[in-house]
């Protein structure tokens, strides 16, 4: 098993910018970098002290030994390497901002060191993006079995696929952004992590979060359903709400990063 041995700050490509006397940390999701957050970042940083970094599966990181896909079979081990990063660094009662999976690994996290974190920014989070009886999750069994099945056969054909869907398309310069970061992102890497990804079931920790929790939707998001964030809201102990980005797909941040940062500062007291 491949362990984070050498310092986790130089592996994750880990950066502080900014100086404010708050600390934010940007947590990227499935196939992106650090980059995705780089409309937001200069914002962002005239108010907090902002951490980004790459989880050890992006194409941007230089060693791809890190990823080892028998490690990362669940969103666990990298709540791990979030705490460890954040240890390195020092950071304590930070507000942690998750896109997609990152939003489900930022609570595992919170549930493990509750004192790392003082609230919780859940962009397009879900626990559990297949359906049950009782639950709406987005996808069916099969519908998730025809994306592995895809993600095997041909993952960039299916990552340019994807975006189209997940990424509002008045926005081509977002599509093209997000597309180079699929496409860097080591082939072998993406149907191990989107087994990962789209096979979770972390329902049964939401009512263990007692971090106070923003979830962040959009208006029409054909992978994460509003369903699921008040799902979330109604779950996690913590007090929470629900706020909605008026923009098309899974990517608010990118397509309409002006709206988003209005949500980001109306919750937690600050003005762009």
């Not at 050498?6 to 950066?15: F, Y």
């Not at 609570?107 to 709406?136: G, H, M, Q």
Request: aromatic share 10%.
């Amino acid at each position: 098993m491949v362990t984070l041995e050498m310092n986790l700050q130089e592996a994750m490509n880990a950066r502080i910018i900014g100086s404010g006397s708050e600390t934010m940390v940007l947590a990227h999701g499935f196939g992106a970098d650090q980059s995705v957050w780089d409309k937001v970042l200069p914002y962002l940083t005239q108010h907090y002290q902002v951490v980004v970094f790459d989880w050890t599966f992006a194409g941007a990181v230089k060693d791809p030994n890190l990823f080892d896909p028998l490690k990362y079979t669940s969103y666990d081990a990298f709540a791990n390497d979030l705490i460890a990063l954040m240890d390195e660094l020092d950071l304590k009662s930070s507000v942690f901002v998750g896109h997609s999976m990152s939003g489900m690994i930022g609570c595992i996290a919170s549930i493990k060191r509750p004192e790392l974190f003082n609230w919780l920014i859940l962009v397009v989070a879900s626990p559990r993006y297949i359906n049950t009886d009782d639950y709406e999750g987005g996808f069916d069994a099969a519908a998730i079995d025809n994306i592995l099945s895809d993600i095997e056969s041909d993952y960039e054909n299916w990552a340019s696929s994807f975006l189209a869907l997940t990424v509002d398309n008045k926005d081509p310069l977002s599509v093209e952004k997000l597309a180079k970061c699929f496409k860097k992102m080591k082939h072998e890497f993406a149907l191990p992590l989107a087994k990962t990804v789209f096979r979770c079931d972390e329902r049964d920790i939401l009512d263990k979060v007692t971090t106070s929790c923003t979830i962040i939707q959009t208006t029409n998001d054909i992978v994460v359903p509003d369903s699921v964030g008040y799902y979330m809201q109604k779950k996690i102990k913590g007090k929470s709400t629900v706020e909605i980005v008026n923009t098309d797909g899974h990517f608010p941040q990118l397509t309409t990063h002006l709206e988003f940062l209005d949500v980001l500062g109306r919750v937690l007291g600050f003005e762009i």
